[in-house]
């Protein structure tokens, strides 16, 4: 694969790079993967073309953004393989399968799964109050951004009905875009395609300017993470439901009634936490639950294990043929005693059960979305 080495090595400022390893060295998929930062970035410096053999590694990496938090010059790994991966999509060669099918869909039906548009309001189905479209009202206090697998995954589902009920009950007035709600476009910027991911951000003002809030909140820490830093100036505040409901519970908006009564512990969502630092709001709701008893796990906060959901691994098989982070985290829980490994991520939640069910471990630990273990307090 050709590369214009010296624009490359400018824009991603490459030439500070002193091979120090940090990067690889703190990479939770280099240890079991082929994928070695380090050597790629080293291969971009001397060569004048990428050797293809480094480029089925690139679907490895989940974008957890460790190898650039360790890097002691400011250097960007993680972006540096956005960037390849650009080139790949761009060329059209070497992209896996189901990653190409979940762009395709992406810019065809506005969501990564494959799913029909006019499913995208199906989440909605159990609850027994109206659910307001903000382009047909024109303004709100509160845009509730569902997101692809909030809206569409049956596992997801009931945790978008407990935030609507929770905006409902505490009187609220929240609104969706409905069926016109586009995919937010993260993990489609972290697979390379960065023109799609611009017109996607183009369409999404376009919307934006068509009626008033005060507010957002999403469901998804990768939809939260768009919108508060790849967006560009928005029209409204960002939030991720656990600092709307952090905030909620200070105001006395949320209260909670029954006890809950189960040993929890967290894993931090690598968009919610490294990328953005928020740390305190998810554990602030969890200590608050009646009857909850909540231990961090011994790797936790900057240190938290990545479930391997992120940067388009969720469609991206890679290179990997070792067992997922995910099934560590679920070991690690279980050896600390926990009962609940909550998560507030939709990712972290599919993949995490999955390795549950996949370890055979079902009687031993439940994955969670805090919203969930909410409504065994409401």
Not at 26 to 34: E, H, Q, R, W
Request: glycine share 8%.
């Amino acid at each position: 694969m050709k590369v214009n080495t010296r624009d490359f090595v400018q824009e991603y400022t490459l030439l500070e790079c002193i091979q120090c390893g940090r990067c690889t060295g703190g990479c939770p998929v280099s240890m079991k993967t082929a994928l070695n930062i380090r050597s790629i970035i080293y291969e971009v410096l001397i060569e004048d073309s990428i050797d293809p053999s480094l480029l089925p590694v690139l679907w490895d990496c989940t974008n957890c953004l460790t190898c650039t938090i360790r890097c002691p010059k400011d250097i960007k790994p993680a972006d540096v393989i956005i960037g390849l991966r650009g080139y790949i999509v761009g060329e059209g060669k070497g992209v896996p399968p189901r990653v190409r099918d979940a762009l395709m869909s992406a810019f065809t039906r506005g969501n990564t799964l494959g799913f029909a548009t006019e499913g995208r309001e199906d989440w909605v189905e159990g609850l027994d109050f109206e659910v307001a479209n903000v382009l047909d009202a024109g303004k709100t206090d509160l845009l509730f951004y569902i997101g692809c697998t909030p809206a569409y995954d049956p596992r997801v589902q009931p945790v978008t009905r407990t935030l609507a009920t929770v905006f409902q009950r505490a009187g609220i007035g929240f609104g969706t875009m409905g069926m016109d709600e586009m995919c937010c476009g993260n993990e489609i910027r972290r697979i390379g395609e960065s023109e799609g991911f611009a017109d996607m951000v183009e369409g999404a003002h376009e919307m934006f300017a068509e009626f008033q809030a005060q507010r957002m909140v999403t469901v998804s820490p990768h939809c939260y993470n768009a919108f508060k830093n790849e967006y560009g100036e928005m029209p409204f505040p960002v939030l991720h439901y656990t600092q709307l409901l952090a905030d909620m519970l200070d105001t006395g908006q949320l209260a909670f009634q029954k006890e809950v009564g189960k040993k929890v512990t967290y894993h931090d969502p690598c968009f919610l936490g490294k990328h953005n630092q928020i740390y305190e709001e998810p554990r602030y709701i969890l200590e608050r639950l009646p009857g909850v008893e909540f231990q961090d796990l011994d790797r936790s906060r900057e240190r938290s294990v990545c479930c391997e959901g992120g940067g388009g691994r969720m469609w991206a098989e890679g290179t990997n043929i070792e067992e997922r982070l995910a099934h560590q985290r679920v070991r690690d829980s279980i050896d600390m005693g926990a009962e609940v490994l909550a998560v507030s991520c939709p990712f972290c939640l599919l993949t995490l059960e999955d390795a549950v069910k996949i370890l055979g471990l079902e009687d031993r630990l439940r994955v969670m979305d805090i919203m969930e273990l909410v409504a065994l307090a409401l």
